[in-house]
Nanobody, 120 residues
Framework: QVQLVESGGGLVQPGGSLRLSCAAS????????MSWYRQAPGKERELVAA????????NYADSMKGRFTISRDNAKSTVYLQMNSLKPEDTAVYYC?????????????WGQGTQVTVSS
């Protein structure tokens, strides 16, 4: 069955770094665009970063530009999110999403999320 399993979250001090991973299985990873979203308590889920299926194109939310880097390894069916210079406002549950659009069809898978807490 399809699985997206995030890992790497935890507690980090302001200014610190974390690297999130999302391991995919059960579908052809290299055909899917991947993205990271986050949701803070009481807020809507928001896009953090996205990467094309072949990794040639990336996109970031403005508040993450220069601090976060999304990457993928299609051989390992894994997408990563390197987060540097973390701020308390980055505290949220981080989710990975796989999406493929072809012709009139659209397929989306979500992971279960990993908690990131930025606090001193």
């Amino acid at each position: 069955q399809v699985q997206l399993v995030e890992s790497g979250g935890g507690l980090v001090q302001p200014g610190g770094s974390l690297r999130l991973s999302c391991a995919a299985s059960g579908f052809t990873f290299s055909r899917y665009a991947m993205s990271w979203y986050r949701q803070a308590p009481g807020k809507e889920r928001e896009l953090v970063a996205a990467i094309s299926s072949d990794g040639s194109s990336t996109n970031y939310a403005d508040s993450m530009k220069g601090r976060f880097t999304i990457s993928r390894d299609n051989a390992k069916s894994t997408v990563y999110l390197q987060m540097n210079s973390l701020k308390p406002e980055d505290t949220a549950v981080y989710y990975c999403k796989a999406e493929r659009v072809w012709f009139t069809s659209r397929q989306v898978y979500w992971g279960q999320g990993t908690q990131v807490t930025v606090s001193s």
